[in-house]
Every structure is written in C-alpha cells, then in structure tokens.
C-alpha cells in the first residue's frame, strides 16, 4: 500500500513540473539606448565597468544573460522575479533616469551593499563565481561612487 502509494505521489509531481513548464516567465531585455546607460553618462574607469558586467549586469541591466535553468519552473520564476526587481530598484541602462542626486544616491547604496555582503545575491554568487567581489572589487566600486559631484 505505501509503495503504491509513494509511486502515485511521485507522478503527481512530476506531472506538476511538467505542468509548470507552460507558465513561462516574460524573460525580455528591453532595448537599450547607448547613450542612456550607466558608461555613457557616469563614464565609469574600465576597472568599474567589468566588476559591473560580471556582478550586476545580469539583474540591473537590459543587457541580461538567461541561463539554462531560467527556462525551467520552477526556477524561472525566481529568476525573472530577482531580474524584475533588480532592474526596479537599479537599472544601469536606463541610467538618464536618475537625477544627479539620484544617481549619487543609487551608487552610494551599491557601495553600501556590496561592503555587507548583501550583493550579489547569494544564490547569484553561488551560480556565478565570478560575480563574487574580491574586497579591491569592492574599494573600487566605493571609490566610484565616492568620486560623483
């Protein structure tokens, strides 16, 4: 009875997955105007820009690469969820956005963050080895952020 029972249970999950697959995430990258983004206006040192490329692009940019396992549910949705916020809160190329004030603002908390440990996220870091920031990763995006007008 408890064998065919555990056999049941897992079809029924697996049907689930299975099912889960047809609720898609959107998984777009908006188009992205040159001179709008964060290089062209703050023209950050080429040190700046590849720490940003490698540790924040994925979920504060247009410019997101989708790995194989943001196309599989139940993972896709927290992917796309975690890209969604990431570029609510703080979009590298929609950087015209941001006033001055802003702008200094945004970049003082990446700073912030990035010295707690608090970005990457962690399960980002844990996908991507090299988003994880060495602490001269980490002076060098404060020395940035400290060098705006």
């Given at each position: 009875m408890l064998r065919k029972r555990l056999k049941y249970t897992g079809l029924t999950v697996v049907l689930l997955l299975?099912?889960?697959q047809l609720i898609?995430?959107?998984r777009t990258n908006p188009?992205?105007?040159s001179v709008s983004t964060f290089r062209a206006i703050v023209k950050p040192s080429h040190e700046v820009m590849a720490i940003f490329q490698r540790?924040?692009?994925d979920c504060h940019s247009h410019n997101t690469v989708w790995p194989w396992y943001s196309h599989i549910a139940p993972v896709s949705w927290l992917v796309a969820d975690d890209v969604n916020e990431g570029r609510a809160h703080l979009n590298?190329?929609?950087w015209n956005l941001y006033s001055p004030e802003v702008s200094r603002?945004?970049?003082k908390e990446v700073c912030q963050e990035v010295r707690k440990g608090d970005m990457p996220l962690w399960n980002y870091r844990l996908m991507h080895p090299p988003a994880r920031l060495t602490d001269n990763d980490?002076?060098?995006l404060c020395d940035a952020a400290s060098q705006l007008p």
């Open positions: 299975l099912a889960a898609q995430p959107d188009p992205v105007d540790a924040c692009r590298f190329s929609r603002k945004k970049l980490v002076k060098a």
